[in-house]
T-cell receptor
Framework: GAGVSQTPSNKVTEKGKYVELRCDPI?????LYWYRQSLGQGPEFLIY????????DSGLPNDRFFAVRPEGSVSTLKIQRTERGDSAVYLC?????????????FGEGSRLTVL | QKEVEQNSGPLSVPEGAIASLNCTYS??????FFWYRQYSGKSPELIMF????GDKEDGRFTAQLNKASQYVSLLIRDSQPSDSATYLC??????????FGQGTRLTINP
């Protein structure tokens, strides 16, 4: 596709449930990022993939959060035993490996609401 | 201390004036700095990057970097209502990761 695609755009779930958020990056982009943005805050880094491997997962808040990118393209962010504090917009971004412009191309986000 | 700090605003500027947005960062070793714009309900988009001390101009936008003071700013000349958005300052950490500030909400008043 032309841009980064994220599904679902909105997800409402109950506390304790399991959630999967999907990201389809721009074709040919080897780097993929997950960020979380709460209201009135900037994006908070969660994890970054270069190809299939997680190059930096230092932003994952705890072991309830996990992300995969098995074929180096689509990525899934998985949240177990959701808590109300997990409510936020989850942003996915992709970029090319080469160059140093730092330009991340963001998707429109998945808004997660945990009741 | 947050790694990247911005005044959350809101900053209100009359149409046609210069809007000045500021950002400080804590890691003295940081080399690459970015300004993203985020319209309400939309995703961030890159508007400028700067690596060297001094000014960098692109149309109505000028980014300024002072590594000694650990300070980055963005000037928007001839502000337009369409410039109303949240402006996010970001600093590159390591090879590829960007750390964002909380953003400054800018409103341009016609």
């Amino acid at each position: 596709g032309a841009g980064v695609s994220q599904t679902p755009s909105n997800k409402v779930t109950e506390k304790g449930k399991y959630v999967e958020l999907r990201c389809d990056p721009i074709s040919g982009h080897t780097a993929l990022y997950w960020y979380r943005q709460s209201l009135g805050q900037g994006p908070e880094f969660l994890i970054y993939f270069q190809g299939t491997g997680a190059a930096d997962d230092s932003g994952l808040p705890n072991d309830r959060f996990f992300a995969v990118r098995p074929e180096g393209s689509v990525s899934t962010l998985k949240i177990q035993r959701t808590e109300r504090g997990d409510s936020a917009v989850y942003l996915c971004a992709s970029s090319t490996r080469t160059g140093n412009t730092g330009e991340l191309f963001f998707g429109e986000g998945s808004r997660l609401t945990v009741l | 201390q947050k790694e990247v700090e911005q005044n959350s605003g809101p900053l209100s500027v009359p149409e046609g004036a210069i809007a000045s947005l500021n950002c400080t960062y804590s890691d003295r070793g940081s080399q690459s700095f970015f300004w993203y714009r985020q319209y309400s309900g939309k995703s961030p988009e890159l508007i400028m990057f700067i690596y060297s001390n001094g000014d960098k101009e692109d149309g109505r936008f000028t980014a300024q970097l002072n590594k000694a003071s650990q300070y980055v700013s963005l000037l928007i000349r001839d502000s337009q209502p369409s410039d109303s958005a949240t402006y996010l300052c970001a600093v590159k950490r390591g090879a590829q990761k960007l750390v964002f500030g909380q953003g400054t909400r800018l409103t341009i008043n016609p």
